[in-house]
């Protein structure tokens, strides 16, 4: 929560990502680094979310067109921005 409070972004998913989708997943680290935190979490009600401050987006399935217009819409855009 301290990271979306600051701007990030937390992307989780429900289960174990499949090869292709890890590595799509690590590209994305790798773009914003310091800003995205990816984990586990077993509880979503979605295979993968992205999360911001006040902001949801639940996927089926990983689209990482959708992923990153959620973080350049969303990064960011907290009560406590990220020093740039």
Do not use: C
């Not at 997943?25 to 979605?46: F, Q, T």
């Amino acid at each position: 929560i301290h990271n979306l409070e600051h701007g990030g972004i937390w992307i989780s998913y429900q289960r174990e990502p499949t090869v292709d989708e890890k590595a799509q997943l690590e590209k994305l680290v790798k773009k914003y680094p310091n800003r995205l935190i990816v984990s586990s979490r077993p509880g979503n009600d979605a295979k993968f979310v992205a999360a911001s401050w006040r902001k949801m987006a639940k996927l089926d399935s990983l689209n990482i067109e959708t992923m990153e217009n959620f973080l350049v819409n969303n990064l960011n855009n907290s009560p406590e921005k990220l020093a740039r």
